[in-house]
């Protein structure tokens, strides 16, 4: 190469150096422009369906409450018992008198609940009744002359899967939350805490975390279609499977614990006894209720159903046995008593039987089961 080549080769190297050096350097010794907010682009109108949505929380969330519980516990050495925070949770106003509705086991085993409202203002809860079948409780506020409004109630008899939900309440204790979602499926089945099931049970993928339980169920026009419940999630966080109790339920159960403190099951005035009954049911090939006694003077005994009898050797011969209530089938106790929870104590009821190998049916008046 010859100098001539060599140095003009060199300056053209040099000349791209000292550029690309320039630009590296430039944004660090550059004047900064003005920094000005950027103008705002209109977004025009909301979506109708937003719109009704942001109608729906704000109609609604004077209805909704903040409920945290407190438990006593003993210190071992020293005897002290002292009250310490237990949990959190979410109920909804009931009634003009302070009523308030929510889960049981928001409130299993408190010594005390404190319930908040919308406003910010704290008051302490007396229980006015439980029902622990239901999952369902009542506690009663004292909110003076300005109590908030009453959710409005609706049916859960004629929804339909595919329909929009609302659920309002507190998930880890973040207060007033609102989800969405729809009806994914209904009469679920979910064992409850004395060991039976709680029927019709409304299934869906809103949002329900721990926190929500008691909280309402709304549907689109802002009634109350159930009380979120429980969810089904390996992590115990929202896997868009929740349920809720159905308000058709919560209406004959709520008004029952204001009134007596306690829920009334409607009976029959039998006698089963479950591992028999699964016993029985085994060695006969029968599915159905095995009636081992009757109650004297009760609604069965009226009827004129028949109990077990024990033969001269000692063996039990099979009385009637209660194959469905009111066309619905029942093969265990758990069947039974939900099928009888549907009705009304007073209702008149047919029973289809199984009596010594014929199927007849009988009509039965609904009693209060015994305590």
Do not use: C
Request: negative net charge; charged residues 20%; hydrophobic residues 45%.
């Amino acid at each position: 190469m010859s100098p001539t080549a060599f140095r003009a080769s060199y300056w053209i190297l040099w000349t791209l150096l000292t550029l690309w050096l320039a630009a590296q350097i430039w944004p660090w010794i550059a004047p900064a422009p003005e920094a000005v907010p950027r103008a705002i682009t209109p977004r025009g109108d909301l979506a109708a369906d937003e719109r009704a949505t942001i109608e729906l929380f704000e109609a609604a969330r004077d209805s909704v409450v903040y409920i945290s519980t407190r438990q006593n516990v003993r210190d071992y050495w020293t005897r002290n018992v002292f009250s310490v925070p237990a949990g959190t949770g979410s109920g909804f106003v009931w009634d003009q008198h302070g009523h308030v509705v929510t889960n049981w086991h928001v409130i299993e085993g408190a010594s005390e609940a404190l319930v908040r409202l919308s406003n910010g203002r704290d008051y302490r809860a007396a229980l006015v009744g439980a029902s622990p079948e239901h999952d369902i409780a009542v506690l009663r506020i004292g909110v003076g002359f300005e109590p908030p409004p009453p959710v409005p109630v609706g049916t859960s008899a004629d929804l339909r899967v595919g329909q929009k939900v609302f659920a309002i309440g507190n998930p880890f204790g973040l207060d007033w939350t609102l989800t969405t979602g729809i009806v994914s499926a209904l009469d679920r089945t979910l064992p409850n805490a004395s060991g039976g099931i709680i029927d019709h049970l409304i299934q869906t993928d809103a949002a329900i975390n721990p926190g929500n339980s008691g909280g309402p169920l709304l549907d689109s026009a802002g009634r109350l279609i159930g009380i979120n419940t429980a969810i089904f999630s390996p992590s115990g966080a929202s896997a868009g499977i929740g349920f809720a109790v159905p308000v058709d339920t919560v209406n004959r159960v709520v008004p029952q614990l204001i009134r007596h403190g306690r829920y009334l099951r409607p009976a029959l005035g039998i006698r089963v006894h479950a591992g028999l009954n699964e016993k029985l049911s085994r060695r006969t090939g029968i599915a159905g209720v095995f009636v081992l006694g009757v109650e004297e003077r009760s609604a069965a005994a009226r009827a004129g159903l028949r109990g077990a009898t024990l033969e001269a050797d000692g063996s039990l011969r099979p009385g009637d046995v209660i194959l469905a209530v009111a066309d619905r089938k029942v093969g265990s106790l758990e069947e039974l008593f939900a099928a009888l929870d549907q009705h009304a104590i007073g209702e008149r009821v047919p029973l289809r039987l199984w009596r010594q190998g014929t199927e007849l049916e009988l009509e039965v008046e609904l009693e209060a089961a015994a305590d």
